[in-house]
């Protein structure tokens, strides 16, 4: 993965003792976690092409901790593809996606360094919960322990030793968010975490990656839902047909059309071909 000298998202991020010693994996006390204005993800010039569709046009954003940023657009605008890209599971046409100055499959530790929810069932249907998580554990260099903290975080605990294919979509989500915190991340990626869950599981996703936010953690969410993110980001960029239109607070983009973030959303997204 890594090549030798590569500095990892987790060896640079808060500068804890956690966090100096990538090699052995270690909790990071809330406490110890610092503030940093470095963008944790920085998307350059990014294009997309997938035979005849551009999905991304020249795309540039970063991604700063210690507040959730939502990304928001319509049906098909291209969150996905970012994600997909950011993540090293697409090579863009153009352009680059940097997690901490390298691109993802650099990072010598990634799931301790990023955890992602692109997909909501990504997991082996006929495993348990418990025991997908163990396997992912196994894989990052995790101590199994952590399955237990992830599958209590996500609310799973009761259900641990359950077919995961016999999950309901909400579940799947918990699951797939359980998997994304097992290596303690400081970059979240979520694509649409709210899908599928009833309004209990919808506050729930809003007060984890705020908090995960406010322990100084790069969040990026994306969302249709224009209201929840109002809710949850401190910071809006938003995506319409590849192309990045509008990025700042829910406040400025609102003034735009005169306090309603709809209204605004509806004009930034509409007639652009
Ligand atoms: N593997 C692919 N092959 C061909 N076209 C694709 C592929 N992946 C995405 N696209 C196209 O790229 C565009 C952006 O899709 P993407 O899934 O990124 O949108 P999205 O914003 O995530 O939409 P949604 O809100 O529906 O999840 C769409 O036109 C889609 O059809
Ligand atoms: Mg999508």
Redesign the pocket.
Known sequence: MAGPGVVTLAASYLGTSRWREVGSWRRCRPAARVRSVVAMIAVHGLSKR??G?L?LDDVSFDVRPGTVTGFL?P???????TMRLIMGLDAPSRGEALIDGVPYRALRWPLRSVGAVLEARAFHPGRSAYWHLAALAAGGGIPRRRVAEVLGLAGLSDVASRRAGTFSLGMAQRLGIAAALLGDPGVLLLD?PANGLDPAGVRWVRDLTRSLAGQGRTVLVSS?LIGELALTAGRLIVISRGRLVADGTAAELSARAGGSLEEAFFGLTEGIS
């Open positions: 997938y035979g569709t999905a657009g049906n098909g605008s291209g969150k996905s593809t649409e249709h």
